[in-house]
T-cell receptor
Framework: NAGVTQTPKFQVLKTGQSMTLQCAQD?????MSWYRQDPGMGLRLIHY???????DQGEVPNGYNVSRSTTEDFPLRLLSAAPSQTSVYFC??????????FGPGTRLTVT | ELKVEQNPLFLSMQEGKNYTIYCNYS?????LYWYRQDPGKSLESLFV?????AVKQEGRLMASLDTKARLSTLHITAAVHDLSATYFC????????????FGAGTILRVKS
C-alpha cells in the first residue's frame, strides 16, 4: 500500500511552459485534492474531486486544470507557467472517516 | 468568507515547558484537524476532532475542540526538542463542500 504518490519531486520550468503534476492513490478514496503551500500562508486548495468524473475549484484555481478519469489518479496541469506558481504542491486523498492523507509534495520553480 | 487563524505564528520555548497553540475559525465547523510538518517534508496527521468537547492525546500533545467558541487548542506538555516542527490546524466545513481551510501554521522551536 503506497498511499499517495506524486511525481516529479522537483521541477524547474520556464515562464510559459506547461506541465502536468501526477498524483495517484491506491486506497480507493473518492475524495482527492490539490494544495499549494507558500511561506507564511499555510496550504491553499487549488482543485478537488469527490469522485471519478467530478471536479471543482478551490480557493486558487486560476492557471490550473484538473481531471479525474479514474478513482486512482488526479493530475494537475499548469497551462502556461508563471513565476507566481513557484510553490510546493501537495496532493491529498480522504477516506470515509475523513482522515486526509498527503503525498510527499512536488517542489516547483518557475523562472 | 471562512477564516482560520492560528496563534502564535512562531513559538520558541525551552525544553520541559508547557505551552498552547490556538486555532480560531470564523464559522460553524463539524471537524478540525491538526497536522505536523517537518522542514522539506509532507504533512503528518496528528489529530482529527469530530465533535464539540472532543479531546485527544498522543504523547506530549493534547488537542481539544470547542465548537461553540469556534476554538481548538493544541497543548504541549514538557516540550522536547523532537517536537520542533510547524503545526497546522485545518477546518472542514460541510457547506464548503467538505473543503479543508488551513491556518497559516505555527513554527515551534524547542531549545535544549
Amino acid at each position: 500500500n503506497a498511499g499517495v504518490t506524486q511525481t516529479p519531486k522537483f521541477q524547474v520550468l520556464k515562464t510559459g511552459q506547461s506541465m502536468t503534476l501526477q498524483c495517484a492513490q491506491d486506497m480507493n478514496h473518492e475524495y482527492m485534492s490539490w494544495y499549494r503551500q507558500d511561506p507564511g500562508m499555510g496550504l491553499r486548495l487549488i482543485h478537488y474531486s469527490v469522485g471519478a468524473g467530478i471536479t471543482d475549484q478551490g480557493e486558487v484555481p486560476n492557471g490550473y486544470n484538473v481531471s479525474r478519469s479514474t478513482t486512482e489518479d488526479f493530475p494537475l496541469r499548469l497551462l502556461s507557467a508563471a513565476p507566481s506558481q513557484t510553490s510546493v504542491y501537495f496532493c491529498a486523498s480522504r477516506d470515509r472517516v475523513q482522515e486526509q492523507y498527503f503525498g510527499p509534495g512536488t517542489r516547483l520553480t518557475v523562472t | 468568507e471562512l477564516k482560520v487563524e492560528q496563534n502564535p505564528l512562531f513559538l520558541s520555548m525551552q525544553e520541559g515547558k508547557n505551552y498552547t497553540i490556538y486555532c480560531n475559525y470564523s464559522t460553524t465547523s463539524d471537524r478540525l484537524y491538526w497536522y505536523r510538518q517537518d522542514p522539506g517534508k509532507s504533512l503528518e496527521s496528528l489529530f482529527v476532532l469530530l465533535s464539540n468537547g472532543a479531546v485527544k492525546q498522543e504523547g506530549r500533545l493534547m488537542a481539544s475542540l470547542d465548537t461553540k467558541a469556534r476554538l481548538s487548542t493544541l497543548h504541549i506538555t514538557a516540550a522536547v526538542h523532537d517536537l520542533s516542527a510547524t503545526y497546522f490546524c485545518a477546518v472542514d466545513i460541510v457547506e464548503y463542500g467538505n473543503k479543508l481551510v488551513f491556518g497559516a501554521g505555527t513554527i515551534l522551536r524547542v531549545k535544549s
